[in-house]
């Protein structure tokens, strides 16, 4: 029996190890430009979700790959991704997610100067007030 005991716990250390080797080390955004909610999206009264895949080199977005997302929000989220820069870190990819809601406006954030959400690296929500006739 302990022998079976001392297998198992082996055999978590390996899994915990391995499992912590697959997750990847989110870079640090340390500068971008706030997010603004598309005109086009904002006069057809459109919400939706945009995700995104983010290419770094160590420093900047090099590559942006659409995932899924509204013609009309795509523009202004790809446009927002490539103003990030990050603190020095090993070139990765990461997938982010903008949500465009109706919300209404947002109160601006003390620390990011922005009336957006920003869960950075991986989340962005972008709020309007949209009226219905």
């Known amino acids: 029996m302990r022998r079976l005991v001392g297998i198992f716990a082996g055999c978590l250390s390996l899994v915990s190890v391995v ?7 989110l870079p640090t ?14 006069s057809a009264r459109l919400q939706g979700m ?15 790959k659409v995932t899924s997302g509204h013609p009309f929000l795509l523009p202004a989220a790809i446009n927002n991704a490539r103003t990030w820069n990050f603190a020095d870190h090993s070139p990765t990819t990461f997938d982010v997610t903008y949500f465009y809601v109706n919300q209404g406006h947002f109160k601006r954030d003390e620390v990011t100067k922005c009336s957006a959400k920003m869960e950075l690296p991986t989340k962005v929500t ?6 219905y006739p």
């Open 19 to 25: 499992s912590g080797q697959n997750t990847p080390t």
């Open 29 to 42: 955004v340390t500068s971008f430009e706030c997010p603004e909610y598309p005109s086009t999206a904002k």
């Open 50 to 64: 945009v995700r995104l895949q983010i290419t770094t080199d160590g420093h900047r977005v090099v590559n942006v």
């Open 126 to 131: 972008v709020s309007t007030s949209l009226s």
